[in-house]
């Protein structure tokens, strides 16, 4: 249907371009037409005023003819004769002239309307295509809209699809990746329940160590007692207060050494802990 609308409003359209053709033409030959008018009615107005010229030497040339009757000269009247009759053809065939130069005129004229009433017709045709073509136009532009319709619901429908489609591998991904977050959150929860372990070992260990510093403090205050003491004690039993004292120095040495040993155990455990911290963080 569209393609029968969009013939037929092309064959509209060459109408009208035909018809446009042939009312230049019509208005070309009417400009023609009333050219060759004027230039016939100046002639027949040179025409008319040679004959009341003419006529004007003809009403002379009577009177002049009259007073030859009177002329004893026999040849005056003829003479006067010639001339009356001269000036009558000369009048009579510029009346006949006239009258052609008239006639065609007439002619002119009537040609003039008839080429009025083409031009008028083609402008009557010329209104009959235009609604026509409106019409037409109004066909062809309501089934354009409708076969656009069509074809963007068909693109809609396509792009749904696509979109449908997209959403579908969406989903699926976002599943993959759901299950590989969960995945990860329960490594990140295990390493964070890892690292509050190692703290509090560590917290443990340095309370140990502190400790540990604390007896040694109480060690070296010990060590000066002692030694004041043995001072003390010097004078009353050299020998005696010098064993004891070596048995009690040996006996705070090996205890130092002890906690020396330990303190060094706790400050390697307190490193390897640091260090097992920063590898976590």
Do not use: W
């Not at 000036?87 to 309307?113: F, M, N």
């Amino acid at each position: 249907e569209h393609g029968v609308l969009a013939d037929v409003l092309e064959d509209i359209k060459a109408r009208q371009r035909a018809d446009a053709q042939e009312a230049k033409a019509i208005r070309a030959e009417r400009d023609s037409l009333k050219a060759q008018f004027n230039t016939l009615k100046g002639e027949a107005q040179a025409l008319k005023a040679q004959a009341l010229s003419v006529q004007a030497q003809i009403a002379k040339a009577q009177t002049h003819l009259s007073d030859t009757h009177t002329d004893p000269d026999p040849g005056a009247h003829a003479e006067a004769q010639a001339e009356l009759d001269r000036l009558c053809g000369e009048r009579d065939a510029l009346t006949t002239e006239h009258a052609a130069k008239v006639s065609a005129q007439r002619q002119l004229k009537a040609d003039i309307r008839q080429n009025a009433d083409r031009l008028q017709a083609l402008k009557a045709r010329g209104e009959t295509l235009l609604e026509n073509d409106a019409a037409y136009t109004h066909k062809v532009e309501r089934e354009e809209r409708e076969r656009v319709r069509r074809e963007e619901a068909k693109d809609m429908s396509a792009r749904r699809s696509a979109m449908r489609h997209r959403a579908e591998q969406h989903l699926e991904a976002t599943t993959v990746t759901l299950a590989d977050y969960t995945q990860v959150q329960t490594a990140v929860l295990s390493c964070q329940a890892e690292v509050r372990a190692l703290l509090e070992r560590d917290n443990r260990l340095r309370a140990e160590a502190a400790r540990l510093r604390g007896r040694l403090t109480g060690l070296a205050e010990l060590q000066g007692l002692l030694a004041r003491e043995a001072t003390l004690r010097h004078d009353a039993s050299m020998a005696q207060a010098q064993t004891e004292t070596a048995h009690r120095i040996q006996a705070h040495k090996d205890c130092t050494s002890h906690i020396v040993q330990e303190t060094q155990v706790v400050t390697e455990m307190s490193s390897r802990l640091e260090l097992q911290l920063t590898l976590n963080t």
